[in-house]
T-cell receptor
Framework: QKEVEQDPGPLSVPEGAIVSLNCTYSNSAFQYFMWYRQYSRKGPELLMY????GNKEDGRFTAQVDKSSKYISLFIRDSQPSDSATYLC?????????????FGRGTQLTVWP | KAGVTQTPRYLIKTRGQQVTLSCSPI?????VSWYQQTPGQGLQFLFE???????NKGNFPGRFSGRQFSNSRSEMNVSTLELGDSALYLC???????????FGPGTRLTVL
């Protein structure tokens, strides 16, 4: 079992839709949870960063972390064609995982006009 | 602040050659991590350096090595290149390693 599981999609939605992206994980030592967006042939760009459980909102983006279920989500409201990209969840902890991010495989999202 | 920079952006090598990639972190960041990204395996962790010391290492063969300099700039080296080493190599920097990592644009390596 991979430490981080993410449905690779692809996911195709119309402009204005609400998008839900999810990851599950197995390592209870993870404390830091991130979502990155990666456009084709570019490096990943940090979207959201959450420490421990809870919700965080930034504009059209909301990140949720449920450590009891080992489940994290990213919601995109009013999706735009410019949101079309691959979304990667990532997580890390301290100790032996210091400096290392564990990534999901990424979900490819297309938002059509 | 300037972001993470990586050079070169593109490289074409042949099997058996070696290659050195360079990464300059964000000013003030002392941790540099390296990742390999391929369509088949996704993003895989290579190693992490902090204050010129390798603190963490992924599951890659010894052909993959790295180092960090006193100004936090980092290099990674791949010796005896194989076709399977073709990938996007990404470096990321953070203040101390346990916090948010910011990625560079990557170096796309093609091995022929």
């Amino acid at each position: 079992q991979k430490e981080v599981e993410q449905d690779p999609g692809p996911l195709s939605v119309p402009e204005g839709a609400i998008v839900s992206l999810n990851c599950t994980y197995s390592n209870s030592a993870f404390q830091y949870f991130m979502w990155y967006r990666q456009y084709s042939r570019k490096g990943p760009e940090l979207l959201m960063y959450t420490y421990s459980s809870g919700n965080k909102e930034d504009g059209r983006f909301t990140a949720q972390v449920d450590k009891s279920s080992k489940y994290i989500s990213l919601f995109i409201r009013d999706s735009q064609p410019s949101d079309s990209a691959t979304y990667l969840c990532a997580m890390s902890g301290r100790g032996s995982t210091l400096g290392r991010l564990y990534f999901g495989r990424g979900t490819q999202l297309t938002v059509w006009p | 602040k300037a972001g993470v920079t990586q050079t070169p952006r593109y490289l074409i090598k042949t099997r058996g050659q070696q290659v050195t990639l360079s990464c300059s972190p964000i000013s003030g960041h002392r941790s540099v991590s390296w990742y390999q990204q391929t369509p088949g395996q996704g993003l895989q962790f290579l190693f992490e350096y902090f204050s010129e010391t390798q603190r963490n290492k992924g599951n890659f063969p010894g052909r993959f090595s790295g180092r960090q300099f006193s100004n936090s700039r980092s290099e990674m080296n791949v010796s005896t290149l194989e076709l399977g080493d073709s990938a996007l190599y990404l470096c990321a920097s953070s203040v101390g390693g346990a916090d948010t990592q910011y990625f560079g644009p990557g170096t796309r390596l093609t091995v022929l």
